[in-house]
């Protein structure tokens, strides 16, 4: 219904305050990031009631910042306040904020900084021309978030709980196989899998040096070599079939040219082998998609990164963080000449899964 020219006065106030609510999600993200870098979570986690005084004496920080730092904490319900000055993170807080190695839902390494300034400068510019920022242009920082924010579920969840799920995978990857990561990012999944099962050789693509670097540093600390790094998109697969399994993780909306890239896997991929998509959990329509508490963020995520990068090039496909959803996904599939697509749903909250065979 038309408001026509009258002001609501209740309605301004409202929304006056959800836009406001977005400025303290930006500062409480700031201070989640401090705390983060700062370890005051890892301190805090187990640690009971805790005084300013005795985490600075824990931390060698400035008693004065902490004091401001968990009052800002308390007031956005991260810690919980026991007067006069007793600060207290929960278990529940100690998995979400400071245990990276153990909990699925450690989510403190999406905060990993703001977006530059140089970077909002290049989306406004995307926004007249078109063209996006490509991965690699986005730079050495974003790798790191990116790698922070996806890489415990992967370490977690891939090993134990997803390859297990796949129809022989398992059994092809501890006798030996041929794997590749399209989009192998900072590399995380090629270490899980790399560690777990040391007769099979892996091989990483991603176009994005700062990521690959990222990627060869942890290798070479974890002395791992029986995997290989490519600087080079999938759409560089061999074209003869070489791959008994290979992955594509949260990279397939990203590509400029996804299609090139199917089609290079569809070439590079055994008769008998395994092809594994994780892509964001999404449905066709927006209008399915708006119940999603978080919607707003995918959407940030895309214009910020993930459909900035897909539309890198020219004539990009321009897919974002929630267009290759389970009916794109299945139709991109079968049409580059792949039977079998099958959905699995392993309660990971922001993902599916799909097990591809040709
Ligand atoms: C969101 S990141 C995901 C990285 C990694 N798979 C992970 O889960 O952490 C998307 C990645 O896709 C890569 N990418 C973009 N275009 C690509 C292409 N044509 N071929 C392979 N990777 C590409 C980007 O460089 C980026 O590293």
Known sequence: MSQGNILDPEALREYSFRVWNFKQGEMVSLMIHLGDRLGLYQVLAGAGPVTPAELAAKTGLQERWLLEWLRGQAAAQLVDYHAPDRF????????????????????????????????????????????????????????????????????????????????????????GATVADVGCGAGTALVAMAEAYPKSKFVGYDPNTHAIERAQQVLDEKGLSNVELH??????????????????????????????????????????????????????????????????????????????????????????????NPEV??????????????????DDPANLYYEVRP
């Open 329 to 346: 996904a299945e139709k991109m599939v079968r049409e580059a000449g792949f039977t079998s697509f099958i959905p699995h749903d392993f």
């Open 231 to 324: 600087i080079a998109g999938g759409e560089a697969l061999p074209s003869e079939a070489t791959f008994d399994f290979l992955i594509t993780f949260d990279c397939i909306h990203d590509m400029p040219h996804p299609e090139r890239v199917i089609t290079s896997i569809r070439n590079a991929i055994a008769p008998d082998g395994t092809w594994l998509i994780k892509d964001i959990r999404s449905h066709p329509r927006f209008e399915d998609n708006l119940s999603h508490p978080l919607l707003a963020m995918f959407y940030g995520f895309s214009v910020s990164a993930c459909m900035s990068s897909a539309l890198s090039e020219p004539d990009g496909a321009g897919l974002g963080t929630l267009g290759f």
């Open 88 to 175: 207290e993170l929960t278990l529940a807080g100690a998995a979400v904020l400071a245990d990276e190695e153990g909990s699925l839902a450690f989510a403190a390494g999406a905060f990993t900084g703001g977006t530059p300034p140089e970077t909002a400068d290049r989306l406004a510019e995307a926004f007249r021309s078109g063209i996006g920022l490509s991965y690699e242009e986005l730079g050495p920082n974003a790798a790191h978030r990116t790698d922070r924010m996806l890489g415990t579920w992967v370490r977690l969840a891939l090993v134990p709980q997803i390859i297990p799920a796949l129809d022989g995978v398992h059994e092809k990857l501890e006798q």
